[in-house]
């Protein structure tokens, strides 16, 4: 069973305050995921990463970044955290478009972590 | 204009029940449909996937896809408590792996 795992369950940080968010995967997975999620907008993505060290931005990453430094492990980082990214907060995973899948796109899930910025 | 819109909810029916979900899309040029299933405090789960245009059917779960109208719908028959979740649709192109989620729809199936 693919297992995606993420740092922490729950985490209250101040404002202005680092945060880093960890997720890892075992199951040697190319590509992986931020989202964050919020009642109503559903599952927005933040970035995403598709090999070691290479990144993209997703449709909202003003005040994130990333890093991916080994494949198993993607970090989002808040830079300076701010009350309007209190959040649920989701990583992913995925096989990459070579492999011998019809669907090479299912992406696993770990089980988030729900951030107060204070 | 959201490029997948789904209906929040939420919807709450009785047990035995059918469930019907939707969501619309303007993306003509996606090609691969699913629907996720995520539980109070989980992450999602993959629960079905179509490819292109057509119905799948899997125990007393069935998606279907309307291309033409860029509808997609999960139906659950004899719906259990244990049924109640968020279900999100997700949607993409042929040669993409980023998925665009609907918002979600919050289902309860009381006992």
């Known amino acids: 069973d693919v297992k995606v795992t993420q740092s922490s369950r729950y985490l209250v940080k101040r404002t202005g305050e680092k945060v880093f968010l960890e997720c890892v995967q075992d199951?040697?997975?190319?590509?992986m995921f931020w989202y964050r999620q919020d009642p109503g907008l559903g599952l927005r993505l933040i970035y995403f990463s598709y090999d070691v060290k290479m990144k993209e931005k997703g449709d909202i990453p003003e005040g994130y970044s990333v890093s991916r430094e080994k494949k198993e492990r993607f970090s989002l980082i808040l830079e300076s955290a701010s009350t309007n990214q209190t959040s649920m907060y989701l990583c992913?995973?995925?096989?990459?478009?070579?492999?011998?899948?019809?669907?090479?796109?299912?992406?696993?899930f770990g089980p988030g972590t729900r951030l107060t910025v204070l | 204009q959201k490029e997948v819109e789904q209906d929040p909810g939420p919807l709450s029916v009785p047990e035995g029940a059918i469930v019907s979900l939707n969501c619309t899309y303007s993306?003509?040029?996606?090609?691969?449909f699913m629907w996720y299933r995520q539980y109070s405090r989980k992450g999602p789960e993959l629960l079905m996937y179509t490819y292109s245009s057509g119905n799948k059917e899997d125990g007393r779960f069935t998606a279907q896809v309307d291309k033409s109208s860029k509808y997609i719908s999960l139906f659950i028959r004899d719906s259990q408590p244990s049924d109640s979740a968020t279900y999100l649709c997700?949607?993409?192109?042929?040669?993409?792996?980023?998925?665009?989620f609907g918002a979600g729809t919050t289902v309860t199936v009381r006992a």
């Open positions: 997700a949607m993409s192109l042929l040669n993409d792996y980023k998925l665009s």
């Open positions: 993306n003509s040029a996606f090609q691969y």
């Open positions: 992913a995973s995925s096989l990459n478009r070579g492999a011998l899948t019809l669907l090479y796109n299912e992406q696993f």
């Open positions: 199951m040697d997975h190319e590509n």
